[in-house]
């Protein structure tokens, strides 16, 4: 539980607050390395949607961005979506990451409105944010690199949604995503592959913002690799020490994963199992005020009640 600055759990109609700004939004993406692949290594599978007109830029000075917390839930080709609605009620998140959603998800749970979802039919990834504080500016469903599981079975390559949204009551932005890497069918690189092409994408659909993505990221074993991998790019690892998948087999592990730049993921929850083959994962975050590449934040990881 987010905690105010006197050290009590806050109102639950109260969310703590931070005097710290985002990354400047400058509208200039961050220099190529020299080791990126080209932005449009992950592509859209359509036009970005607009929600409204432009707003203010966050880089003003005094601009805070208040305490969040985002669920990221695969829902085992859609059995999940029962444990929804008492989900959203019970943890009030802020943004919901889904995975293997089915067509007929709803557009609303609660108070979060879906805001990007896979098309082409079958199961793919849906993202939900909380209508009454954030506004959304761009959403779209992105393509990422096909593996050889997306080839064979025929599955949709939009295992992307992402969206750049307003916080309303701060004025500051960010870009969040939910993102379904290939099955363990498929080698380690190739999910790496997919992971970069779908951080580039937002980075792209965000220059300079901060950026938070979640999902079922299929990556259990050998994890220090992949955080290795992404930790030189300047992003950070969240990922709760109790394994999230409970299907069949000789499999364990977190799955489900965060990442970030520009903010801080200080805990990762893993929740009760549901309907699902996967547990949902709660994280609570907030914005830092400097580089995260001279800071990385480990998430405390635990299971709840």
């Not at 469903?141 to 309303?168: F, K, N, Y």
Request: charged share 25%; glycine share 10%.
């Amino acid at each position: 539980m987010l905690r105010s600055a006197a050290g009590e759990p806050p109102d639950e109609n109260t969310r703590t607050e931070r005097s710290v700004c985002p990354l400047p939004s400058s509208g200039v993406a961050a220099p190529n390395t020299g080791n990126e692949r080209p932005s449009t290594y992950a592509r859209r599978s359509g036009p970005i949607v607009g929600f409204g007109p432009s707003v203010r830029s966050s880089s003003r000075k005094g601009c805070t961005l208040t305490g969040f917390t985002a669920i990221t839930y695969n829902l085992w080709h859609g059995l999940g979506e029962r444990d929804l609605d008492d989900l959203v009620d019970e943890h009030r998140p802020d943004l919901l990451h889904l995975q293997e959603a089915a067509p007929g998800l709803p557009t609303r749970i609660g108070a979060l409105q879906r805001v990007a979802m896979s098309s082409g039919g079958g199961y793919g990834v849906a993202l939900f944010v909380r209508q009454d504080r954030f506004r959304v500016e761009a959403a779209a469903a992105l393509h990422v690199p096909r593996s050889i599981h997306d080839r064979l079975m025929r599955t949709t390559s939009e295992r992307l949604g992402a969206a750049r949204i307003l916080d309303e009551e701060s004025g500051a932005r960010l870009v969040v995503g939910s993102l379904h890497a290939t099955p363990l069918t498929d080698p380690n690189a190739v999910r790496r592959v997919q992971i970069d092409a779908a951080l580039r994408a937002l980075g792209d659909l965000g220059p300079q913002l901060p950026v938070f993505l979640a999902g079922d990221l299929n990556y259990p074993h050998l994890t220090r690799l992949l955080d290795r991998h992404v930790r030189r790019a300047g992003w950070t690892v969240a990922r709760s020490a109790v394994g999230t998948y409970i299907g069949r087999g000789p499999v364990w592990g977190a799955f489900d994963v965060a990442l970030s730049r520009g903010l801080a993921v200080e805990r990762a929850t893993t929740l009760p199992a549901g309907s699902s083959d996967h547990r949902p994962v709660l994280f609570e975050g907030r914005l830092e005020s400097v580089d995260v590449r001279a800071r990385e934040t480990a998430a405390s990881g635990h299971v709840a009640d």
